[in-house]
């Protein structure tokens, strides 16, 4: 009974604005580990998962911790700036895209034909 009365309070049941308590609530994250990367209201009171929904949509995880998010996004940036880092830009030549076609593939084509 007591569980009922604390929900109607949590929903805004009798209140003007249904929903008030919830619409109150700001996340503060500490080291992320109990809060939801898409669904909670950590980054500006606002959950990601409202304001990138197409983005949602796409995610495998649904579920994912902030924490873990944050360890995945670390990996991937270590690994994107090391590719990065790896090409050098060469002033003196312009873009271009150049068609290569390797050896081993056309001699194994060969053979099988």
Same mark, same amino acid.
């Given at each position: !009974?007591?569980?009922?009365?604390?929900?109607?309070?949590?929903?805004?049941?009798?209140?003007?604005?249904?929903?008030?308590?919830?619409?109150?609530?700001? @996340?503060?994250?500490?080291?992320? *580990?109990?809060?939801?990367?898409?669904?909670?209201?950590?980054?500006?009171?606002?959950?990601?998962?409202?304001?990138? *929904?197409?983005?949602?949509?796409?995610?495998?995880?649904?579920?994912? !911790?902030? *924490?873990? !998010?944050? *360890?995945?996004?670390?990996?991937?940036?270590?690994?994107?700036?090391?590719?990065?880092?790896?090409?050098?830009?060469?002033?003196?030549?312009?873009?271009? @895209?150049?068609?290569?076609?390797?050896?081993?593939?056309?001699?194994?084509?060969?053979?099988?034909?």
């Amino acid at each position: !009974m007591w569980w009922q009365t604390i929900k109607n309070v949590r929903d805004g049941v009798g209140r003007i604005n249904d929903g008030w308590m919830l619409d109150n609530i700001i @996340c503060e994250v500490g080291d992320g *580990a109990s809060s939801l990367f898409w669904v909670d209201l950590w980054l500006e009171g606002k959950s990601l998962n409202k304001v990138y *929904a197409r983005l949602y949509e796409l995610v495998g995880n649904k579920l994912v !911790m902030l *924490a873990q !998010m944050f *360890a995945l996004d670390e990996e991937l940036l270590g690994e994107c700036l090391e590719q990065l880092t790896s090409d050098v830009l060469q002033v003196d030549r312009v873009d271009r @895209c150049v068609w290569t076609i390797h050896i081993v593939t056309l001699s194994v084509l060969l053979i099988l034909t």
